[in-house]
Nanobody, 121 residues
Framework: EDLVEYGGGSVEIGGSLRLSCVAS????????MGWFRQSPGKDRDMVASVDKSGRTRYQESVQGRFTISRDNQENTLYLEMNNLKPEDTATYYC????????????????WGLGTQVTVSS
């Protein structure tokens, strides 16, 4: 697989998780990349992304709680998630996009298989 996610699981409300996405060595880590999430019956939406320029963007609902980062040396994209809420429950997907930005699912060229995050009391 070109992108493989790790780090999902079950956590209590207010807890933290760190997701990792390891890209194959053939992937260009300088590309715009992002984390998307999807829950049953809903669209797959961008949660956090990093542009080719390095600028980061966040969905408003996670602003201040989630942090996206990448380690080009390790070919890894991260998503640090703090103060998790039940509405954060979803399958999280790592994505690599073809353009300067990675904010729309239609711009994604490569998807990971996803990792489940469940937040409950």
């Amino acid at each position: 697989e070109d992108l493989v996610e790790y780090g999902g699981g079950s956590v209590e409300i207010g807890g933290s998780l760190r997701l990792s996405c390891v890209a194959s060595r053939y992937m260009d880590m300088r590309a715009s990349m992002g984390w998307f999430r999807q829950s049953p019956g809903k669209d797959r939406d961008m949660v956090a992304s990093v542009d080719k320029s390095g600028r980061t963007r966040y969905q408003e609902s996670v602003q201040g709680r989630f942090t996206i980062s990448r380690d080009n040396q390790e070919n890894t994209l991260y998503l640090e998630m703090n103060n998790l809420k039940p509405e954060d429950t979803a399958t999280y997907y790592c994505a690599s996009c073809g353009g300067d930005y990675c904010v729309s699912r239609y711009a994604v060229h490569y998807w990971g298989l996803g990792t489940q995050v469940t937040v409950s009391s």
